[in-house]
């Protein structure tokens, strides 16, 4: 199969250069497909490759940086709206991914889609932080008083909350992975940095959140995207010690595996550089052969083809395989099992939409 | 080249196989679709609309045949941008109109070069009458009947774009989309325009949809610049209309409220707008629904502006 173009401007982004109309036709679908078209514009204009994009597609570029731009802006409101209302309760939250690498001027910010903010607030003071941010305006969606507890007792986070006047989304962490996962660490051991009186995770700690989250998915729709910031995030080690410390703390949050298919895929996928020695030290952590030799076939397909574009059996498999193993990886079996039992006969009953109506 | 030049049979094979490439407003579409009335429903009313065959694409998009169980007994059709759904599907003899409004969210969503305004709009002198309104003001009767029999020309029907450093409208010339009893009215008027077969039971009811003049495809980007904003409302004991003037404030903020973009362009989007009113003025007009002289009446106003 050759590779896709984004894929080549992704790892090269000169290779744009030599685009034919109909390349450029093709990509610029692509970019809509993966949602990464404000990214390439922030690429194209440090690269200073923007004079290459044929005139007549160039404002579908502009157009995304000028929304992810707006989102950008709007966020950094919410923060302030955020960090008030907790201040009453004395809880400084963490910010998480997207809002996180903003607050850290890191280049993953730039042509990033915000849609939401993610906060991370310690287990013992979810109670009160919820109660702030509910008088503050935050509102939790209609739902099931199972889906309720189902949150509270084995997700992460808490249901989505939504501000009732500016209508922004947030998502509230009490753990970085869900409770029930292979690979759940203790919150208490996450270390922190401080922007300019905004608390974020370290940058060692954003890396493995991004990749844990993006390789404990059980659906990749925006796969490539969140490789592509996992990518930049990675090019921000630039020494030694950046790196070594990365391999430390994964190990020390018991997450080396997927630290592995991080550093695998992202070098494999976008030819992040990554030290030799790197990709060395973390072959310790690589599963037995035949798990290899699956993960192997399965997640460059995936990643680099969402599910609802395939067409390709090959690619719909490796989609299923690795949805079953996202579910795998967060539940085992025998909470699995009777979660999605009483999902299902809640749809088939109408019961959901009768509880959520009342 | 324009689309009537392929007959029925070619334009659905082509829709069905590579699709057809045309202007639509001041995008270029490429369409694609198996379903059989899509090719002739596009022959009526964008019958003269340019195909590209060559050059650039803005908006990919597919009418699909929704799969599933339900296409035996009730098919369903899908909107696709670059692949992605971001509708339902509906029943497929709506397939046109949902093409429209497909169209519309394409440029909505996408197109952040100049603030888009929820609003009709047309030219006449030079200059451009916007006509903004809720649902059921009557803003596309009215817009059909300037077009129809006042000489004006079409800058679009649903989004009124404002270049944001001129204040000056961008075309965006596609079908006018009529609804309800605006359809039987429209029909009446003598346009010369192919409208489509009426669409029943949408979500906005009834939906037929009346083809772009020539003239105005042709000039999709001949600006205009401002004139009139007026704010229509249909009230059948009016008797002859009544027209007030607006204050520029409120008819700012009615237009910043009526905007997809005005949140995201936001300075820039404040900017458009007051290019715009410095130079527009603004009604509040309310008619009785005797069209020729609504239209007589608001062709007096662009006389003087």
Same mark, same amino acid.
């Given at each position: ?63 995304? @940086? ?80 199972? @889906? ?6 084995w997700m992460h986070e808490l249901p989505p909350m939504t501000h009732r006047e500016r209508g922004m989304a947030l998502d509230v962490h009490h753990s970085l992975l869900p409770v029930t996962c292979r690979y759940a660490f203790d919150a208490k051991e996450l270390q922190l940095e401080d922007f300019q009186g905004h608390l974020v995770l370290a940058l060692c700690d954003r890396i493995i959140h991004s990749f844990c989250h993006l390789l404990m998915e059980s659906e990749f729709e925006k ?136 | ?51 590209? #065959? #060559? ?32 509708? +339902?599907?509906?029943?497929?003899? +709506? ?62 029907? #649903? ?84 027209? +007030? ?7 700012f903020l009615q237009l910043a409220n009526q905007s997809f973009n005005y949140p995201i362009l936001a300075e820039r989007g404040f900017k458009a707008i007051a290019r715009h009113l410095d130079q527009a003025h603004c009604y509040r007009f309310e008619y009785d629904g005797d069209l020729n002289a609504a239209v007589d009446a608001l062709d007096g106003l662009m006389r003087d502006v």
């Open positions: 199969m050759s590779e896709r173009l984004i894929v080549k401007a992704l790892k090269t982004p000169e290779q744009a250069k030599a685009f034919s109309d109909a390349q450029w036709q093709t990509f610029l679908s692509e970019c809509y497909q993966t949602g990464l078209l404000a990214r390439f514009f922030h690429i194209f204009t440090k690269r200073q490759l923007l004079q290459h994009i044929p005139t007549a597609l160039l404002w579908h570029f502009q157009s995304a @940086d000028v929304v992810s731009q707006a989102h950008r802006r709007d966020i950094r409101i919410e923060v302030e709206h955020i960090e008030r209302a907790l201040k009453m309760v004395g809880i400084r939250p963490v910010f998480l991914k997207g809002v996180a690498y903003d607050l850290a001027h890191d280049e993953v910010a730039e042509g990033r889609v915000f849609s939401d903010v993610d906060i991370f607030i310690s287990r013992p003071e979810l109670d009160s932080a919820e109660h702030a941010l509910g008088l503050h305006g935050w509102r939790q969606g209609k739902m099931t008083a199972y @889906d309720r507890s189902y949150y509270r007792r796969g490539l995207r969140d490789l592509s910031d996992l990518d930049l995030l990675f090019r921000l080690c630039a020494d030694n010690d950046k790196w070594e410390m990365l391999l430390f703390r994964a190990e020390q949050l018991g997450v080396g595996r997927l630290c592995f298919y991080a550093l695998r895929y992202s070098q494999l996928i976008l030819d992040t550089p990554i030290p030799e020695a790197v990709l060395q030290q973390s072959q310790r952590w690589a599963p037995a052969s035949f798990t290899l030799q699956a993960m192997d076939w399965a997640f460059p397909k995936v990643l680099v083809n969402a599910s609802s574009m395939a067409v390709s059996r090959r690619i719909k498999m490796a989609h299923f395989v690795l949805y079953l193993r996202g579910h795998w990886l967060r539940m085992p079996l025998y909470l699995l099992a009777p979660h999605l039992a009483r999902k299902a006969w809640m749809r088939i009953s109408g019961r959901d939409q009768q509880e959520t109506a009342a | 080249m324009i689309l009537s030049n392929y007959s029925l049979a070619e334009l659905h094979g082509k829709l069905k196989a590579t699709g057809v490439c045309f202007r639509t407003g001041r995008f270029v579409s490429r369409v694609r679709s198996s379903i059989e009335n899509v090719a002739s429903d596009l022959l009526q009313i964008y019958a003269g609309a340019e195909v590209c #065959e #060559e050059g650039f694409v803005d908006f990919d998009i597919e009418l699909a045949p929704s799969g599933g169980y339900r296409r035996l007994f009730k098919p369903q059709v899908n909107f696709s941008f670059n692949g992605y759904l971001p509708f +339902q599907p509906l029943p497929q003899d +709506q397939s046109l109109p949902l093409m429209e409004w497909g169209l519309n969210w394409c440029v909505s969503n996408h197109f952040q070069q100049a603030l888009v305004i929820h609003a009709a709009v047309v030219e006449k002198y030079g200059k451009a009458l916007i006509l903004p309104g809720q649902p059921g003001a009557g803003k596309s009767t009215l817009c059909a009947a300037l077009v129809s029999i006042g000489g004006f020309r079409l800058l679009s029907d #649903e989004l009124t774009i404002l270049d944001c450093d001129s204040g000056h409208i961008l075309p965006n010339p596609r079908p006018i989309s009529l609804k309800n009893k605006a359809i039987k009215i429209v029909a009446g008027l003598p346009s010369g325009l192919n409208m489509s077969r009426t669409v029943e039971d949408t979500q906005k009811g009834s939906v037929a949809l009346l083809q772009a003049p020539q003239i105005s495809l042709a000039s999709w980007d001949k600006e205009a610049l401002p004139g009139l904003v007026i704010f229509p409302r249909f009230k059948a004991d009016s008797e002859g209309g009544t027209l +007030q003037d607006l204050s520029k404030g409120e008819a």
